[in-house]
């Protein structure tokens, strides 16, 4: 049991297209730790200086409240590790893969879990044969860098004019020439879900089915953060077999990657086969005013600070 009167560093910020977000996160995990008695003190993190700024620090454990790379793809959790320094969330492995759309993938192929059928590419050897041809075979398809969150970089590519469009436009957008890796991922049409699995006396259990209705194309970075732009029907609207699915499916990503602390997974059920499909697993999922985990939470009687303090218990240094 971690002593109240020890400091906890807020790890913020991060130099990634997700920075905002970060901030964001930090600033409500600031104000629960504070209700909850810890001292806290604040780190924005710079991935060119952080190991020597983190010497400057001596704290009992770290809030990771980063999102993106540098903050949840396991490279500051293996710096922590080395230098026996708790962290919250989840381990250098397990963060690694996650952060990876295409691990992930891999890491599930033998499970029960349904994912839609996907190709990694190289962003310097992309070219329209290839685009054309996966369109050919799979109608709409979706392209997103391999390794970001938030939905950033995604594209929907549904008519070959949108391949030409996309070599004309959104191929020199600096989301594509800072990642090395783009997956290119089958569309289809249906309910977004998410469900949030939290960690407590070391058992896993998926908390929640959430389904969103948004604005715009797709449920994109604009729409995720912003008030107003998406609708949370908690409960979602589906079969009792789909719920108990959703719940299912979220609980073994979860589980297989190894995470710790709280994740939450994104899938989509297809609205002409019923076919419920895995899209991806957050291992620093958003802590903001208007997102999903802490809603999700509330309507199960969990309130923000009884997740953040459970977090800080689960708190460990782990590879």
């Known amino acids: 049991m971690m002593r109240k009167s020890k400091e906890i560093l807020i790890l913020r910020g991060g130099k990634n297209e997700e920075h905002e977000i970060s901030l964001k996160t930090a600033n409500e995990v600031g104000k629960a730790l504070k209700k909850l008695g810890y001292k806290i003190d604040y780190l924005d993190v710079n991935p060119k200086t952080f190991i020597n700024d983190i010497k400057k620090f001596n704290p009992f454990c770290c809030f990771n409240a980063l999102h993106g790379t540098f903050g949840e793809d396991g490279k500051i959790q293996k710096i922590l590790f080395d230098k026996k320094i708790p962290y919250t969330h989840s381990g250098i492995q397990s963060s690694s893969i996650a952060f990876n759309k295409n691990k992930t993938k891999k890491k599930l192929i033998n499970s029960e879990v349904t994912m839609l059928k996907s190709k990694l590419i190289n962003i310097r050897k992309i070219n329209k044969k290839i685009l054309i041809n996966f369109y050919k075979k799979n109608d709409s398809f979706v392209i997103k860098p391999n390794s970001s969150g938030s939905s950033y970089g995604v594209i929907i590519i549904k008519t070959l004019k949108d391949i030409d469009k996309f070599f004309q436009k959104n191929y020199k957008r600096k989301i594509y020439k800072e990642h090395k890796e783009i997956l290119i991922e089958k569309f289809v049409k249906g309910k977004e879900l998410t469900v949030t699995v939290i960690e407590e006396n070391k058992l896993t259990k998926p ?111 782990k590879n």
């Open 207 to 317: 908390v929640e089915v959430t389904e969103i209705n948004y604005k715009n194309k797709f449920f994109d970075y604009k729409t995720k953060y912003n008030l107003g732009l998406s609708k949370h029907i908690i409960p979602a609207n589906l079969s009792s077999k789909i719920y108990k699915k959703c719940l299912k499916f979220s609980k073994i990503a979860h589980d297989t990657i190894g995470c710790n602390g709280i994740t939450r997974t994104d899938l989509i059920l297809d609205e002409n086969t019923n076919k419920l499909y895995f899209l991806e697993i957050n291992t620093q999922p958003g802590l903001t005013p208007v997102s999903l985990v802490p809603e999700q939470l509330a309507i199960k009687g969990i309130s923000f600070i009884e997740m953040i303090d459970l977090l800080i218990k689960n708190a460990k240094c």
